[in-house]
């Protein structure tokens, strides 16, 4: 806190928190630089077939100096220092090779996605970026899933209605991610050619919970069906959680009670004994 005088006086524990933070950037350049970074993988379920025709890769920094760092702790660092674009590329290639990998074991996987931060869409060099790491990869591109949030639209909506054209007549596939946070606004994701809408894990549970999230979560579902988008429920924990989700008609189901997020080679073993079994 500052005083009169613009005099900062910091408490021990505010310059451990500071330390701390400029510890995480300084391990996520290294990471960036070499590559070195883990990937986990979180099988999501497909309703109609029973199978695991879907994952969705999420970083992780387990081996570093301060142990493991969770992402709520080192995403929005990695996107406070714009480090996250960078890293956001290098995670696009480690899913593609990931894709050709099981490509080569014939094991079926219908698309992978990604997490795409809303800086993302603030890069000129986006959709060339993105083109130039699949193609890299001889990877098709209708394996690929890129999900972000309704902040990127708020911030950049021509940059990303611009971006959703061209993904589309590449037939990579667009995810709105985190439905039910904060405010929705419902007519500007309508309007975007959304393949697949993720309902959140807080509006899951609380469906649950209480009748009139289980009313809205219902009614919100139709109309996203109505229009032609697939519905996934995020955060399915409990039988119960996945009774509701399956009686709404959702088309997807990710959550702990299926899967977790688990290493490539976990992933690869999983798909594997589900698939044949
Ligand atoms: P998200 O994109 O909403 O990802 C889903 C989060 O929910 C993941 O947390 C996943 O592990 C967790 N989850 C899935 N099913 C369940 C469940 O049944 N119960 C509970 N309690 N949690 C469940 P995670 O991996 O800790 O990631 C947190 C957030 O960090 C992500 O939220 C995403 O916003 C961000 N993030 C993670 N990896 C990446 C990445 O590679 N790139 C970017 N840009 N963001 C990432
Ligand atoms: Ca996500
Ligand atoms: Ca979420
Ligand atoms: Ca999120």
């Known amino acids: 806190s500052a005083n009169k005088d613009g005099i900062c006086y910091c408490d021990q524990k505010m310059l451990d928190e500071i330390q701390r933070k400029h510890q995480i950037v300084e391990i996520l350049k290294e990471v960036c630089a070499n590559n070195s970074f883990e990937l986990y993988y979180q099988p999501i379920l497909d309703v109609s ?68 931060s809303a800086i993302q869409f603030s890069q000129p060099d986006l959709i060339e970026r993105v083109c130039e790491t699949i193609q890299r990869n001889g990877t ?20 990303v209605s611009h971006f959703v054209d061209e993904m589309h007549q590449l037939g990579i596939r667009l995810g709105l991610d ?33 009748e009139k999230s289980a009313i809205m979560v219902r009614n919100i579902t139709n109309t996203f069906l109505e229009l032609g988008m697939k519905v996934l429920a995020e955060g399915v924990e ?29 992933t690869e ?9």
């Open 49 to 116: 077939t029973g199978r695991y025709l879907f994952a969705e890769s999420l970083m992780r920094l387990n081996h570093t100096p301060l142990g493991p760092i969770y992402p709520s702790e080192f995403i929005p660092l990695a996107e406070e220092s714009g480090l996250i674009v960078e890293l956001t590329y290098h995670i696009l290639d480690k899913v593609c090779k990931f894709i050709n990998r099981l490509a080569e074991q014939h094991i079926d996987i219908e698309r992978i996605h990604v997490n795409f």
């Open 140 to 159: 098709p591109y209708s394996k690929i899933k890129i999900e972000f949030t309704e902040s990127a639209i708020a911030d950049n909506p021509q940059v």
């Open 178 to 210: 985190d439905f039910g946070v904060g405010y929705s606004n419902l007519d500007t994701v309508v309007h975007i050619p959304f393949d697949t809408i993720k309902l959140d894990k807080s509006l899951v549970w609380s469906a649950t919970e209480q």
């Open 238 to 266: 409990t039988p119960e959680q996945d009774a509701f989700v399956r009686d709404c008609g959702i088309h997807m189901i990710q959550g702990y009670l299926y899967a977790r997020p688990i290493t490539a080679d976990e």
């Open 269 to 277: 073993e999983f798909l594997r004994s589900s698939s044949c079994p």
